[in-house]
């Protein structure tokens, strides 16, 4: 593996109106899977993004030839689940079209350690193949957790794979990707929205070294953050 050099900075955009963030992180998102050569771009879960995949659901979109579409992490539930964030994606992927061999879901049908062995053999596929992953989405948790890399034992068990099984502090199962797979992707974008995230995300803007989320791509070439006006206020 290569990893990026560890960025410079962590470049911020500002948006006072939830709807310009949703409508930027939608053209941004159109511009990596439509346009280029082919390549990857990894999808948040949550809900943060997902108005920005209902813009671009909306119409029909020309994927690039041979993008691929990965997830930073999955809840391990039924792909049929609402909680699954490959469920909550695939209006999405209808617009792109995508055959079903360019989609990288996680196996929840596996069992959950051989869901995470069978998606980081899918993600190594990836690296082998020398298909570069140009945009990674990233959420921010309240709690400064990204992907599903909630605590320092996650980032531990992380060490040297490009996912792992994790226990969310929810109860749930899921599998996440890990720093050592972020440091591939060209570049990292940050969504974040809420003003129960002010915290985190001042934490992250100034590179807390004891914030998970900064701990997760501290070693990624390109960090950006792109945050809606209820997030940055008490920056104000």
């Known amino acids: 593996m290569n990893p990026g050099t560890p ?21 941004r998102l159109r511009g990596a ?28 979109l020309r994927a690039a030839p041979g993008l691929h579409v990965l997830y930073s992490d999955e809840r391990y539930v039924p792909s049929t689940s ?21 989609v990288l879901r996680v196996q929840t049908e596996l069992p959950l350690e051989a869901a995470a062995q069978a998606y980081e053999e899918r993600l190594q596929s990836l690296l082998s193949e020398q298909l570069p992953v140009r945009l990674g989405i990233l959420g921010l948790g309240a709690d400064g957790h990204t992907a599903s890399l909630f605590k320092p034992a996650d980032l531990a068990a992380a060490r040297g794979r490009l996912a792992v099984a994790v226990q969310r502090p929810d109860g749930r199962a899921a599998v996440s990707v890990t720093p050592e797979w972020l440091a591939q992707i060209a570049e990292i974008l940050f969504v974040v929205a809420g003003a129960d995230k002010r915290s985190a995300l001042a934490r992250l803007a100034a590179r807390d070294p004891t914030l998970i989320a900064w701990q997760a ?15 940055w206020e008490a920056r104000d």
């Open 7 to 27: 960025a410079a900075d962590v470049r911020v955009r500002r948006f006072e109106l939830r709807r310009d963030l949703d409508a930027a992180l939608a053209e």
């Open 33 to 60: 899977a439509t346009r280029g050569a082919p390549g990857a771009v990894m999808l948040a879960g949550g809900t943060t993004p997902q108005p920005a995949f209902a813009l671009l659901a909306a119409h029909p």
């Open 82 to 102: 609402d909680a699954s964030n490959y469920h909550l994606s695939l209006p999405l992927l209808a617009a792109l079209g995508l055959p079903a061999r360019q």
């Open 217 to 231: 791509v501290e070693r990624c070439a390109r960090v950006e953050v792109w945050a809606d006006g209820a997030a």
